[in-house]
């Protein structure tokens, strides 16, 4: 965590990815590797959108201080499903960090279950599918994306495999991962890049031209 938060942060603020007020923030404060898996049925529709978040140690170690409410330096059964259940509240405001549309258009998803948690090597992970809302067939081009809009968690996915179809229709359409060039991006927008743009929230325009995404060309 940075100095200039409070020393120590309630125990919703340290989960700073969720709450975070950060369109002001310019740069990642906590970091995780990441993987989506677009799971497919037979007859050729996106049925789930699996997530899974290995968050770096330093944040990990943020969450045990202040979950840990037995401090036995361990999280719990219990504690490990309070953190599930904040998470859940907190992240339906961004969509859980995934966005999803088909040709263009916004595709709604929800999440059936509370994310789940847990802790292992000192790493806190958090595991949830979202599916959705309406029949989703492999038709057209299919693009996820999963970010922070606030920029405050930097989600990263280290292989191109992190990025994967699986299921029943995996080899109905082309699979892409798109890793945008930052100098490119900014290079492009410029114009748009004022101080102002960073003060608001649209700021979730930027990390949405930067986020790693899954392109799907599908017939």
């Known amino acids: 965590m940075t100095p200039y938060l409070m ?9 700073a990815v969720l709450l975070a007020p950060a ?12 993987r989506l898996e677009i799971e497919t049925s037979a007859d050729g529709h996106i ?9 770096d140690e330093v944040f990990s170690s943020s969450v045990i201080m202040d979950f840990d409410m037995n401090s036995d330096l361990q999280l719990d059964a219990e504690e490990l499903a309070s953190i599930g259940d904040m998470v ?9 960090y995934t966005t999803v549309t088909v040709n263009g258009k916004d595709i709604k998803t929800s999440l059936p279950e509370t994310i789940k948690v847990d802790y292992q090597d000192g790493q806190l992970l958090m595991f949830f599918a979202l599916v959705p809302e309406m029949s989703m067939p492999l038709r057209g081009k299919i693009t996820v994306g999963v970010f922070d809009p606030t920029m405050y968690a930097a989600l990263d996915f280290i292989n191109d495999e992190d990025m994967a179809v699986t299921g029943g229709a995996v080899g109905q359409c082309t699979r892409t991962v ?5 100098d490119e991006i900014i290079a492009q927008n410029q114009a748009s890049l004022t101080e102002a743009f960073f003060e608001t929230t649209e700021s979730g325009d930027l990390s949405k031209l930067l986020a790693t995404r899954l ?5």
């Not at 049925?47 to 968050?55: I, M, S």
């Not at 859940?88 to 859980?96: G, H, I, M, P």
């Open 7 to 15: 020393p120590r942060l309630p125990a919703l603020a340290a989960l």
């Open 23 to 34: 369109p002001a923030l310019a740069h990642p404060h906590v970091f995780a590797d990441a």
């Open 47 to 55: 049925t789930e959108l699996r997530n899974v978040w290995r968050f």
């Open 88 to 96: 859940t509240q907190s992240l339906a405001e961004f969509d859980y």
């Open 178 to 182: 798109v890793r945008p060039d930052p």
């Open 215 to 219: 392109e799907l060309e599908c017939k």
